[in-house]
């Protein structure tokens, strides 16, 4: 895999300190579009602006702060990863929002994307009081990883999260068998019996998964949980772990809390996990 190098402090400082005058501006225009948002304009008009401020945000802050730490690495706001293939790794939700896809540009084409996945349910009232009673119901809070499958895998592989329910072992939402798929045996693998396999092809499978994906799976379980989906082309992995790493500030505290440091540490936190990934797919 090829080596990103991190950018000498003097270099860094420079280019940070090249678009201080965009973050200012920015953080000027946030707030007025807050104040407007929340006062004047109601939830329609709020959600559009939540999506422009998300392209704002990327383009013009996390991008420089990104390039400053990965030279080759940038922001695609205009597309996500697909859909039907995020459908296939995280539990199942109606609405699926993502950022802007962050792309390292490097042999194994690393796809990096925030993703909350929610459903929103009603309340007993209706008339007026029918929007005040509608709830988000969340489905998934974290990072959808897309990597370059090289190894000349066939079929497609799943490997979902379990929950134990009174006795009872569950899936907690997330898609189960695939079409001419089967569940295969591996709970020896498995610490504790925290995941199910299922695959269209077995002995492509078992090549996958080597001792050290296993034990990334394994040793994930106290920090976050881990789903995974492969085609014959991309290998997917989904990280629940309910932190928006890339997310604009949505509000005065959020705000106030923001900076340069902290987000350069969260671009760093996912691009260091998926260079781990990277390094045993």
Partial sequence: MEEQGILPDSVLIDKLMKFIARLILFLIALQIISVLVYSLLGPGFEEKQRSKLRVVYESEILEPILQALYPLAKIDTEHDISPS????????????????IFKLNNEKDIEIVDLYAYTVTKGLATGKDEIKNLREITGFIGQVYSIKNTHSLKGNLRIIPTKHFLNLKTQGGYLGNMSGGKKINVDD???????????????????????????????????CVLSLYSTESRIYIAAYN????????????????WSIEKAAMNIKYAFDFSDKIAEIM
């Fill in 85 to 100: 293939n995020v459908e296939e790794v995280v539990p199942a939700a109606k609405y699926y929002i993502q950022s802007g």
């Fill in 189 to 223: 693998l498995w610490q504790g019996e925290h995941y199910n396999t299922y695959c269209t092809d077995e002995q492509s499978a078992r090549m996958l998964l080597t001792p050290a994906v296993i034990d990334l799976f394994n040793n994930s379980i106290s920090d």
């Fill in 242 to 257: 309910n932190k928006r790493l890339f997310a604009s500030p949505r509000n005065k505290d959020s705000l106030r809390s």
